[in-house]
T-cell receptor, first 114, second 112 residues
Framework: DTAVSQTPKYLVTQMGNDKSIKCEQNLGHDTMYWYKQDSKKFLKIMFSYNNKELIINETVPNRFSPKSPDKAHLNLHINSLELGDSAVYFC?????????????FGPGTRLTVL | DQQVKQNSPSLSVQEGRISILNCDYTNSMFDYFLWYKKYPAEGPTFLISISSIKDKNEDGRFTVFLNKSAKHLSLHIVPSQPGDSAVYFCAARSYNTDKLIFGTGTRLQVFP
């Protein structure tokens, strides 16, 4: 059983399109995150949600909108995709909000914007 | 502003020998450090952590050392095994912002 799953695994799209990435965790965790790993391999947090509430919103363009329908799901919708959005996006979850808690990562979604 | 640095992008070690992966940081507000391991096409998985009140934490073949005065930590793997071949990320938590900052990773290859 996959603990943190993401779909799709690969996403290739044209500039200007809108796309969504879905994330689900079956660990019963309260907190979920979205990270972006860019071409320089930096892994940076974008958002975190605790029990469906937004906790962290880094300086991410408002074209990115996370949605948490329940605490097991955190989806990421991206409007008007740009070339610079090409990256690997990782979803993660943890039992609590403390960043000392071990985070469990999904396999990543490689987004390529053409 | 790269607060967590892994200056060696890659490391190659023979099976059975010790692997030492290094990480430097600049922010004195970091109070907790973690190492994550990542295989290709998978997400990072937690490996080991250390609090800033300690200078060493050991878990089986993995030991993390923290030198606060030098703002340096290292991960030792001994003996190294081919299955340890992966990218290792160092991460640090800042207690004032409660955020996790990752380094760019070091690719470890353990050859027979």
């Amino acid at each position: 059983d996959t603990a943190v799953s993401q779909t799709p695994k690969y996403l290739v799209t044209q500039m200007g399109n809108d796309k969504s990435i879905k994330c689900e965790q079956n660990l019963g965790h309260d907190t979920m995150y979205w990270y972006k790993q860019d071409s320089k391999k930096f892994l940076k947090i974008m958002f975190s949600y605790n029990n469906k509430e937004l906790i962290i919103n880094e300086t991410v363009p408002n074209r990115f909108s996370p949605k948490s329908p329940d605490k097991a799901h955190l989806n990421l919708h991206i409007n008007s995709l740009e070339l610079g959005d090409s990256a690997v996006y990782f979803c993660a979850s943890s039992p609590g909000q403390d960043f000392k808690d071990t985070q469990y990562f999904g396999p990543g979604t490689r987004l390529t914007v053409l | 502003d790269q607060q967590v640095k892994q200056n060696s992008p890659s490391l190659s070690v023979q099976e059975g020998r010790i692997s030492i992966l290094n990480c430097d940081y600049t922010n004195s507000m970091f109070d907790y450090f973690l190492w994550y391991k990542k295989y290709p096409a998978e997400g990072p998985t937690f490996l080991i952590s250390i609090s800033s009140i300690k200078d060493k934490n050991e878990d089986g073949r993995f030991t993390v050392f923290l030198n606060k005065s030098a703002k340096h930590l290292s991960l030792h793997i001994v003996p190294s095994q081919p299955g340890d071949s992966a990218v290792y990320f160092c991460a640090a938590r800042s207690y004032n912002t409660d955020k996790l900052i990752f380094g760019t990773g070091t690719r470890l290859q353990v050859f027979p």
